[in-house]
């Protein structure tokens, strides 16, 4: 990086680790001072993506190191070392989960600080002590819920590493809690976001499977979506994320063999092949001859109703603090 004309979009100038910064691990080494007192205290000492990434935690539970990086540094190592300042500070907290005969990933998670200031900044109240250790407990003891919910979060993450380089914006993020009230709980997708080029927009309701459930169990999702659309819900394509080609392929000729859908089902996998959305991944089930770009499926945003959240707003860009 040479200057600010070389920095891809959103990221700060001056995203290069400090002289004589350490590259270390998630601050597993060193003893974490009490948390500050206040908000106020710290604000000195934080960034405009520090907020966003306090947002971020607290609407989609957990991100790892390589997700943040991809999102809002240029560099792993500033990365570590930033975040290792914010867990000092109180501002976001980590843990390291562990499966049989291994350890995953270090994974962050909203700590005291990070949590009184969304909650403050959103109109809520702050959670107190026990209460969000309670919150971050149920996060790190949910295992068996870790791979979807990192998974889910990774394709967006995607999105928003393709927006630093290209003309596209992911300019909607919602994890399933919150597309579910948006809806009048109608339905329960894995998530919902809107991807926006210059010229086209896209809007989607995503189903992120792991391989768990059987191929019926995938397709009766699919009946309330069409439900949801007629009672004047969106008319947006459901996404679905299958783990490889061959369950890609079973549940194309399941869901033939079901007869009409009623509602636009586009599929693709969670290969690397497969980790810029936007690009030509997703299969129509019943028009699987070619994959299509994600901006090539039919999606009116529509306006917002009782049971439709309609167009986003600027202020719901996850990347909105950084302009």
Not at 90 to 110: K, M, N, S
Not at 129 to 144: F, G, M, N, Y
Not at 260 to 270: E, K
Request: charged share 20%; glycine share 10%.
């Amino acid at each position: 990086m040479t200057g600010a004309a070389n920095q891809p979009r959103n990221i700060p100038e001056g995203d290069i680790s400090r002289p004589g910064a350490g590259d270390s691990g998630p601050a597993s080494r060193r003893t974490p001072s009490s948390p500050a007192p206040s908000l106020a205290s710290i604000s000195p000492r934080l960034e405009p993506r520090d907020y966003v990434l306090a947002h971020l935690l607290h609407q989609h539970r957990t991100l790892t190191t390589e997700q943040i990086t991809a999102m809002l540094f240029t560099s792993p190592r500033t990365c570590r070392n930033r975040l290792n300042v914010l867990r000092r500070l109180g501002w976001i907290d980590w843990f390291q989960p562990i499966q049989p005969g291994a350890r995953l990933p270090v994974h962050w998670i909203t700590g005291p600080l990070s949590a009184r200031y969304v909650a403050l900044a959103t109109g809520g109240r702050p959670p107190t002590a026990k209460a969000l250790r309670e919150t971050q407990d149920r996060i790190v003891a949910a295992t068996s819920h870790l791979a979807h919910t990192v998974g889910t979060n990774q394709f967006f993450v995607d999105l928003i590493a393709a927006s630093r380089t290209n003309s596209g914006r992911l300019t909607r993020w919602w994890a399933g809690p919150a597309i579910a009230g948006a809806t009048g709980r109608r339905v329960h997708p894995d998530g919902h976001g809107v991807w926006q080029e210059p010229d086209a927009t896209v809007a989607w309701l995503l189903e992120f499977d792991t391989g768990t459930e059987s191929l019926p169990v995938v397709a009766a999702k699919l009946p309330p979506y069409r439900r949801l659309r007629e009672a004047g819900g969106p008319d947006w394509p459901v996404l679905i994320l299958l783990p490889g080609p061959d369950r890609e392929t079973h549940l194309h000729q399941h869901l033939s063999r079901a007869g009409r859908i009623g509602v636009t089902v586009a599929t693709a996998t969670h290969a690397p092949a497969h980790r810029d959305p936007t690009g030509p991944i997703w299969r129509l089930v019943g028009n699987g001859r070619r994959r299509h770009r994600l901006t090539d499926l039919p999606a009116d945003l529509g306006t917002a109703g009782g049971f439709h959240p309609g167009p986003p707003t600027p202020e719901q860009d996850p990347l909105y603090l950084l302009g």
